[in-house]
C-alpha cells in the first residue's frame, strides 16, 4: 500500500512539473508576441488556456481521491494540500499571461511605442522565479524557495522602473501615446503579478517543509 501512494506521489509531482512548464511556456509566447506583434500567436496563448484548465482540474482531483483513500498525515498531507495550492497559483498565472496576451492583441495592428527592454528583463525575472519555485517544490528545497522571495525585490523595481519611464517620458509629454502606454503599464503590472504568485508558491514551500509560516514575516528568512 505504501509503494502504491509513493507512487501516485511521484505521479502527482509530474503532472505539477508539466503545470509549470505550461505556465513558464505561456508567459514566453506572450512576451514573444509582443515583442513580434505577433496576433496570431498572442490568440494561440489565450485559446492554450483550455487545456491548462483541464490539467489544473486533473491535479485537483487526484490530491482529493489521495486524501480521502490514504488519508496522510504530516509531511505528506502538507505536501498534498501545497500541491493544490501551488496548482491554483500556476493556473492563475497561465491567466495572467493570457491577460498579457490580450493587451498584445490590442497593440498588435500599431508600432511599438519604444524599443522593448526592462520589459523583457521582467519577463526573464518572472519565469525564473516561477521555475524556481517549481523545482522548490518538487525537490523539498528550501533554500531555493527563499532565493524566489529574495527575487521579488528585483521584479518590484523593475516594474516600478517600466512604470515611471511611460508616464514620465511618454503619457505626461505626449497625451497620443496613452493608448499605447497603457497596455505595456498593465502588461508590466501582469509580469509583476506572476512574481507576486511565484512567491506564494515559495512560502508554501518552506511550510510544507519547514511547518513554518513565513508569509508576512520576512524576519524568519
Avoid: W
Avoid at 507512487?7 to 509530474?14: F, M, S, V, W
Avoid at 496576433?39 to 483550455?50: F, L, P, Q, R, T
Avoid at 493570457?98 to 508600432?111: E, G, L
Amino acid at each position: 500500500m505504501q509503494r502504491h501512494f509513493d507512487d501516485e506521489l511521484k505521479g502527482l509531482k509530474q503532472d505539477i512539473l508539466k503545470m509549470g512548464i505550461f505556465a513558464e511556456e505561456a508567459i514566453a509566447r506572450s512576451i514573444e508576441a509582443l515583442k513580434n506583434r505577433d496576433m496570431g500567436e498572442a490568440k494561440s496563448v489565450v485559446e492554450n488556456d483550455v487545456n491548462i484548465d483541464k490539467l489544473e482540474l486533473v491535479i485537483d482531483e487526484k490530491c482529493i481521491e489521495l486524501i480521502a483513500r490514504h488519508q496522510p498525515l504530516a509531511k505528506d498531507l502538507r505536501f498534498i494540500t501545497i500541491g493544490m495550492k501551488l496548482n491554483t497559483e500556476l493556473e492563475r498565472i497561465a491567466d495572467i499571461a493570457v491577460d498579457i496576451a490580450q493587451r498584445v492583441i490590442a497593440i498588435a495592428d500599431k508600432p511599438l511605442l519604444k524599443p522593448l527592454v526592462d520589459i523583457p528583463k521582467l519577463t526573464e525575472v518572472a519565469q525564473k522565479m516561477v521555475k524556481m519555485a517549481v523545482d522548490s517544490f518538487i525537490k523539498g528545497d528550501v533554500e531555493l524557495a527563499k532565493k524566489v522571495i529574495m527575487s521579488d525585490t528585483e521584479a518590484d523595481k523593475l516594474r516600478n522602473l517600466i512604470t515611471d519611464e511611460l508616464m514620465e517620458d511618454y503619457i505626461v509629454k505626449d497625451a497620443s501615446t496613452a493608448p499605447r502606454a497603457v497596455q505595456l503599464l498593465l502588461i508590466a503590472r501582469f509580469l509583476e503579478r506572476i512574481c507576486d504568485h511565484a512567491t506564494n508558491i515559495a512560502e508554501d514551500v518552506i511550510y510544507m517543509v519547514q511547518a513554518e509560516v513565513v508569509r508576512h514575516h520576512p524576519e524568519k528568512l
